[in-house]
């Protein structure tokens, strides 16, 4: 039986190497846990390449190679499936993104990258690189946009939410950015788009002080957890930890508003944002 043929990299690489795995897999009369142990990797984890949720990084595309005779076909087309706009701890986490059919996602600082407007992601790239030259800073805020894209299908992901009050509170850009940034994250609310919840300061201590949390479920493979932090990320595949992921998760929605409040929180804000901003959208205070 003739090898699978290369990617075509203009068609989703990813999804067309997972897919390849699978059928080399089954071609090989091997189940992802027999195929994942001389990998020392779990079988879910398996699943999660096959599906396109995981990447296949080239180390692992040799023993692929090697253990089922693909002559080499994962390792010349891994590199094509591996490139990404992202930076890389962010890559498969943007990836799986792509594909989750649930978004589950608790930030404590700022408005998630799905949900930002242009001005806004701007914002945030000047202070992260404040060196960095106008047609970088145009370069993030493009891959930034093109993200949101996946919020144009009217019902999938479901996407959902929780933010600190302080993601309502720190004037990122200004009041004119903030006014916009708001207002379009409202509008998104009343589409019925997404379901956003504020975790208000008077709510206290609380279950995730610690850091921001994204989940993700998927129709064909185990759900995800990813962690972040400064210029690093993580997925999690672990069932116990991103179970416990999901009980924190729960915990939050408990202690924060509920959806109507959290909406008329938000327009307030951008309401005040507004006054601040001169010009045609709010008066010059004085």
């Not at 145009?138 to 302080?166: K, S, V």
């Not at 379901?195 to 201590?205: E, K, T």
Request: charged residues 25%; aromatic residues 6%.
């Amino acid at each position: 039986m003739p090898g699978p043929k290369d990617l075509d990299p203009s068609s989703s690489p990813r999804a067309l190497l997972g897919a390849e795995l699978r059928h080399a897999r089954e071609n090989a009369g091997l189940s992802q846990e027999a195929l994942g142990a001389p990998l020392f990797v779990s079988g879910s984890f398996v699943g999660q390449l096959e599906a396109g949720t995981r990447r296949i990084q080239r180390k692992m595309a040799v023993q692929l190679d090697q253990l089922l005779k693909t002559n080499g076909f994962f390792e010349r087309n891994c590199e094509v499936a591996g490139k990404s706009r992202y930076p890389e701890h962010f890559a498969e986490a943007a990836d799986a993104e792509a594909m989750a059919a649930t978004i589950k996602q608790y930030t404590p600082l700022l408005i998630p990258g799905l949900l930002q407007t242009r001005a806004y992601a701007r914002a945030v790239f000047r202070a992260y690189r404040p060196t960095a030259t106008e047609e970088a800073l145009d370069e993030q805020a493009d891959a930034r946009m093109e993200r949101t894209r996946l919020l144009d299908d009217p019902t999938r992901p479901l996407f959902w939410a929780i933010l600190d009050e302080a993601v309502v509170r720190r004037p990122v850009g200004g009041p004119e950015v903030m006014a916009e940034a708001l207002g379009h994250l409202a509008a998104l609310i009343r589409r019925h788009r997404v379901i956003v919840q504020i975790l208000p300061f008077g709510a206290g201590a609380h279950a995730a002080m610690e850091g921001a949390v994204k989940l993700m479920t998927f129709d064909d493979a185990p759900p995800l957890a990813y962690l972040e932090g400064l210029e690093t990320g993580r997925l999690e595949d672990d069932p116990t930890l991103v179970k416990r992921h999901a009980l924190t998760y729960e915990l939050l929605g408990a202690d924060a508003l509920s959806p109507a409040d959290s909406l008329a929180l938000i327009e307030a804000a951008a309401e005040d944002y507004a006054l601040e901003t001169p010009g045609p959208s709010g008066p010059e205070r004085p």
